[in-house]
């Protein structure tokens, strides 16, 4: 009986390139886009799906506050529970000394019950005919559980990550205040991201490269914007052909308006943060939920890697919240309802043309 072959066409899917459902930290998406998040849930959720491997995602800083650094640190300690390396760059003069305010994640919910269940099990006291079963059953429960890996954790902002989490880790950190140029920068991420090379077809373990402030004014290279751009492009090329994602924050309005676009042009995902007035009256007045707003972020660029159809968001401008002071969230702006001893309604006008006069009929 002769043995039939399988039909194989040119069309098949490269199963190779697909990490595994137990790889932590990689999430497949559609047109065979591989995910790392964000280390914000809500984030990942507006970008559908969150960072694509390959991609350069850039963030415009705010003069007035500092709320790109709390989408960096999310970013970073996101990376470090997953086991991923990490290649943190600063303008600082001791990088390393940052990842002491990196926040640690919180326990989900399965992990609350299932300790609550644990505690309510010791006062239990169960039939000997039934130990065994249940023994088996936990034993099945845990396993299926440990299996599950969490794609994107809830980090506390007031508790900052243990040290086991980076100490054994390959992370390296790179101070770029006393560089003259980028050449020293260009040559450590070329070395990181030699080890996440695409060439041997796997995708288990992704890198992230995390950069603060490029074009800070404490660094000797600040006015060498062509140099900067130039850093740029050779990064995102090898981005392109290696299985990393690199967070770039900058200043905008340190550099001139020609560079700025040129920047922003490079970035596959764009990403640009606000901070909100203190005890704006008239702000408070238009949207919900003002007293508990730390900022704004704005996403004006979603990456779109192997494919041709556009991302359309239903709001490109959300609120980054504190919930209980302690976790980020992202929220879509509402306007609050016009209280009529406030001002007038949109049903208060009795014509088109505003007049105070009643109309009889």
Request: with cysteine; glycine share 4%; net charge neutral.
């Given at each position: 009986m002769a043995t039939i072959k399988p039909r194989l066409s040119s069309f098949s899917r490269n199963i190779s390139v697909v990490p595994s459902p137990q790889t932590p930290g990689l999430k497949c998406g559609p047109n065979g886009t591989t995910f790392v998040s964000s280390g914000i849930p809500d984030l990942d959720k507006i970008l559908g799906g969150g960072f694509p491997l390959g991609s350069l995602v850039m963030v415009m800083e705010d003069a007035e506050a500092p709320h790109h650094m709390l989408l960096?640190?999310?970013?970073?300690?996101?990376?470090?529970?997953?086991?991923?390396?990490?290649?943190?760059?600063?303008?600082?003069?001791?990088?390393?000394?940052?990842?002491?305010?990196?926040?640690?994640?919180?326990?989900?919910k399965d992990d609350k019950s299932r300790h609550?269940?644990?505690?309510?099990?010791?006062?239990?006291?169960?039939?000997?005919q039934y130990?065994?079963?249940?023994?088996?059953?936990?034993?099945?429960?845990?396993?299926?559980?440990?299996?599950?890996?969490?794609?994107?954790?809830?980090?506390?902002?007031?508790?900052?990550?243990?040290?086991?989490?980076?100490?054994a880790q390959r992370v390296d950190c790179v101070g770029i205040q006393d560089s003259t140029n980028l050449v020293a920068l260009r040559d450590r991420c070329a070395t990181f991201l030699a080890q996440f090379s695409r060439t041997e077809g796997s995708?288990?373990?992704?890198?992230?490269?995390?950069?603060?402030?490029?074009?800070?004014?404490?660094?000797?290279?600040?006015?060498?914007e062509w140099d900067m751009l130039s850093f740029i492009k050779s990064l995102k090329g090898k981005l392109r052909s290696s299985n990393a994602v690199a967070v770039i924050t900058f200043p905008a309005s340190l550099l001139s308006l020609s560079s700025s676009k040129r920047w922003q042009h490079m970035a596959d995902t764009l990403l640009s943060v606000g901070a909100i007035p203190d005890e704006d009256k008239e702000m408070a007045k238009l949207l919900s939920g003002y007293q508990d707003m730390v900022g704004l972020l704005n996403v004006h660029k979603v990456a779109r890697l192997n494919t041709q159809v556009p991302v359309i968001l239903e709001a490109t401008t959300f609120s980054i919240k504190l919930l209980k002071r302690r976790y980020l969230a992202l929220e879509c702006l509402n306007q609050a309802p016009v209280d009529g001893s406030s001002g007038s309604s949109y049903g208060t006008s009795g014509s088109c043309s505003g007049s105070s006069k009643t109309l009889d009929f």
């Open positions: 960096l640190r999310n970013f970073m300690s996101q990376g470090l529970v997953h086991n991923q390396p990490l290649l943190y760059a600063s303008p600082s003069k001791d990088p390393r000394s940052f990842l002491g305010t990196l926040p640690s994640p919180t326990a989900s609550s269940d644990s505690e309510q099990d010791k006062g239990l006291r169960i039939a000997w130990k065994k079963y249940m023994g088996e059953l936990h034993q099945n429960f845990d396993s299926n559980r440990d299996d599950k890996q969490v794609f994107c954790n809830d980090f506390d902002l007031r508790k900052p990550l243990e040290r086991h989490y980076f100490s995708s288990s373990c992704a890198g992230r490269i995390a950069i603060q402030s490029l074009c800070a004014p404490q660094c000797e290279h600040s006015n060498m």
